[in-house]
Structure formats: C-alpha cells, structure tokens
T-cell receptor
Framework: NAGVTQTPKFQVLKTGQSMTLQCAQD?????MSWYRQDPGMGLRLIHY???????DQGEVPNGYNVSRSTTEDFPLRLLSAAPSQTSVYFC???????????FGPGTRLLVL | DAKTTQPPSMDCAEGRAANLPCNHS???????VYWYRQIHSQGPQYIIH???NNETNEMASLIITEDRKSSTLILPHATLRDTAVYYC???????????????FGKGTKLSVKP
C-alpha cells in the first residue's frame, strides 16, 4: 500500500489564483481530513469527510472547499488564494472503528 | 482550545528513557489520551493511546495517573531518530463526525542528544 499520498509537494501561488491540493489513500478508509500547520503551531482541522459524498467543516474552513466523490480521493480547493493561506497542508485518513490516523507527507504552499 | 498542557521542549540523552509529561486536568470520563509525534517536515505519526490503564506497544509506554489528570509517554531507549515534536491529545473515541478528528496543541519538542 502507498498509504496516504499528497500532490504537489510544493506550490507557489499568486494572490487570487486558484488551485487544488490532491489527497489519495489506498487503504479503503472511510474517514479523511485536511489540516494546516503554520510555523510554531500545532495542526488545525480545515475540513473532514466521514465517507463518500459527506463532508463537514473543521476549525478553520474559510477559504477552502472540499468534495468526496470517491472513497479514495479528498481534494482541497483554494478558490482565491490569499497570503494568509501560506502553510503546510496535511491530509489524513483512518478506518472506521480504528483510533489510528495516517497522515500524508504534506504540501507546502506559498502564496505571494 | 487544546485540553492538554505540555512543556514546550525537553532534552534526552541517547539511549536513556525519555519521559514526556502531559497534564489534562479537565479530561472527561469517556475521553482517551492519544500521543502522536511529528518528525521534522513529515506528517504526524500515531504512537499510542489509552483510557485509564497503562499501555505498551513496540514504540512506547503510556502511564496514566489514577485520577487521569495527567499522563506520561515513555520512550524506553531514545535514539536520535526519536527527535520530534510530541503531541498529547484527549478526545472521545471515534464515534464519527468531528469526534473522530484530532485537536493538536503545540506539543513538546524532544531533542535526543548523542
């Protein structure tokens, strides 16, 4: 298994541009989440999904959209990037009934 | 807000036991204690979790006080590769929805020195 994969690893955007951060898992996990991590901070939850077709907001959802059309994929969309969205983004997944979350390697986003 | 308090940093000599404390004085009866760590530039990694009994796995041991208001993560023989930020998290088990997600504080930066 590849586990949780994220693309791209690094991205530079200009203010106002849009992009999609990709996240995929091959473990057939029901639960998937997006977190962001700013320097010196812990991770903060952006959006999460408890299964295909079901998403909900986390702690810091503003400026981000998500969808979950398949069990495997959980993309995070930035519709109009802002410098405040400069961060490292982590995707995570876990199986229903399990206490263990598996994290991807992260996407480093710089918005100029 | 995170429900836990951890020291911002600790040092440990290589080969010695690393004891990382965590205070969670407002923990509820149905909340578990979880530990994750994050090695530099990587995604967090699950270590261990427990409710009230002490737990041990291949990575670490978790000691929870009888009143459950604090706990200690023990890495029995720390190596340089254990240098990371360690997060202590309390939450109810994954009954679904937001309860299944993790609330991270700032953690403890453990530096293992040769």
């Amino acid at each position: 298994n590849a586990g949780v994969t994220q693309t791209p690893k690094f991205q530079v955007l200009k203010t106002g541009q849009s992009m999609t951060l990709q996240c995929a898992q091959d473990m057939n996990h029901e639960y998937m989440s997006w977190y962001r991590q700013d320097p010196g901070m812990g991770l903060r939850l952006i959006h999460y999904s408890v299964g295909a077709g079901i998403t909900d907001q986390g702690e810091v959802p503003n400026g981000y959209n998500v969808s979950r059309s398949t069990t495997e994929d959980f993309p995070l969309r930035l519709l109009s990037a802002a410098p405040s969205q400069t961060s490292v983004y982590f995707c995570a997944s876990r199986r229903s009934g399990s206490e263990t979350q598996y994290f991807g390697p992260g996407t480093r986003l710089l918005v100029l | 807000d995170a429900k836990t308090t951890q020291p911002p940093s600790m040092d440990c000599a290589e080969g010695r036991a690393a004891n990382l404390p965590c205070n969670h004085s407002t923990i509820s009866g149905n909340e578990y204690v979880y530990w994750y760590r994050q090695i530099h530039s990587q995604g967090p990694q699950y270590i261990i979790h427990g409710l009230k009994n002490n737990e041990t796995n291949e990575m670490a041991s978790l000691i929870i006080t009888e009143d459950r208001k604090s706990s200690t993560l023990i890495l029995p023989h720390a190596t340089l590769r254990d240098t990371a930020v360690y997060y202590c998290i309390v939450r109810v088990p994954n009954y679904g929805g937001s309860q299944g997600n993790l609330i991270f504080g700032k953690g403890t930066k453990l530096s293992v020195k040769p």
